[in-house]
């Protein structure tokens, strides 16, 4: 049995620890701050396709994973006996004008090729949907590969399921075996000292969850906002994308100017109360990409990094590659994720 010890119990981290403890490895995860606690404890959970066009390596791992998703996620669920909050519920998206129109239906013929049957990209009217954002035109955008997460209760499902395979979360352990480091925004402070540049950063977001129960409608996207109706009778709205703040986990009137956008872009949102204002930073690659594979100079290390604000979407995904990589020393990781892209 291999030993691997998982640095960081984020979204990345639980993910690839669940997918090597399957394949029979030995496996360590090890967090000072516990599972979920930096960006993975968030609360917005959108896991939002690429548009249908202009295809490349990247957003066919995307879609490979947001497909392989609830395989991914019911196993889990299953295997913990704790929900995670997904569901493949689809998205909503208005429609500005008559060239946004005609474009739309073009991405519709473009995602019946590439997205191989598996989801839908088509224009539908708005008339009589009393969820659904405000459209000009009186159509909207309409996936079926878009599906939403619970970031805290998917990280709690995770840690339940490794659990079940004698995998703990503990605050320090020595390295045994190789060595992933999944550990966000400081994994990335530690990469750019390490490398003596600017690897990547964090990136503030602000959101907000309000006491509106739309358990099982869809996600929707407007004003650049996305807006997720949760299992637990909420709804989530994020985020902003701050590169300068002066504190990492306070809101202000940035947060008030988003949610007063998302009311403005949904009606349906009303007065629904809001019952929790968050802030937090997310790790951001300087490739945008999340940066995956071995640490240069550093036998036995490698780097899972870099989610921002696709983590959950591509962490199925990633878990495979990873493990294929760290257990069996097979590198099927993209060319735009791999560490030398964001060096």
């Known amino acids: 049995m291999a030993d691997v010890t998982i640095r960081g119990a984020g979204i990345f981290g639980l993910s690839i620890a669940w997918i090597c403890a399957r394949r029979g490895a030995r496996v360590h995860v090890v967090d000072p701050y516990g599972p979920g606690a930096g960006a993975s404890g968030g609360i917005v959970g959108a896991l939002a396709p690429h548009v249908p066009e202009n295809w490349n390596a990247k957003k066919a791992f995307q879609f490979d994973s947001l497909i392989l998703a609830e395989i991914f996620w019911r196993d889990v669920e299953g295997a913990g006996n704790q929900p995670s909050g997904y569901a493949r519920s689809g998205r909503l998206q208005p429609v500005a004008d ?14 019946s090729k590439l997205w191989q049957g598996k989801a839908r990209w088509e224009v539908i009217a708005a008339e009589g949907l009393d969820w659904a954002p405000l459209t000009p035109t009186g159509y909207l955008i309409h996936d079926t590969l878009s599906a939403r997460m619970h970031p805290r209760m998917a990280c709690a499902a995770l840690v ?3 659990k079940t395979l004698g995998v703990q979360v503990v605050a320090e352990a020595p390295d045994r075996g190789a060595v992933v480091w999944a550990s966000g925004v400081a994994g990335l402070e530690a990469l750019n000292a390490a490398f003596e540049k600017p690897v990547g950063n964090g990136v503030k977001g602000q959101g907000a969850v309000l006491a509106l129960d739309r358990a099982g409608a869809p996600q929707l996207f407007a004003d650049a906002l996305h807006i997720i109706p949760h299992v637990n009778g909420t709804v989530a709205i994020g985020s902003t994308s701050e590169r300068d703040y002066d504190d990492p986990s306070s809101t202000d009137a940035q947060l008030d100017a988003v949610i007063a956008r998302a009311c403005a872009a949904v009606p349906a949102l009303g007065d629904a109360p809001i019952i929790e204002r968050w802030a937090g930073l997310r790790p951001r690659a300087r490739s945008r990409a999340p940066m995956l594979g071995a640490w240069p100079g550093r036998p036995g290390h490698f780097i899972a990094n870099g989610g921002f604000k696709i983590g959950f979407g591509m962490a199925p995904k990633i878990a495979e590659v990873m493990a294929d990589l760290v257990l ?7 060319d735009d994720f791999r560490v030398a892209a964001s060096l």
Request: proline share 4%; no cysteine.
């Open 98 to 111: 008559d060239h946004a129109l005609a474009l739309a239906r073009s991405r519709a013929e473009g995602a």
């Open 160 to 162: 339940a399921a490794l």
């Open 328 to 334: 069996d020393s097979k590198d099927a990781i993209p």
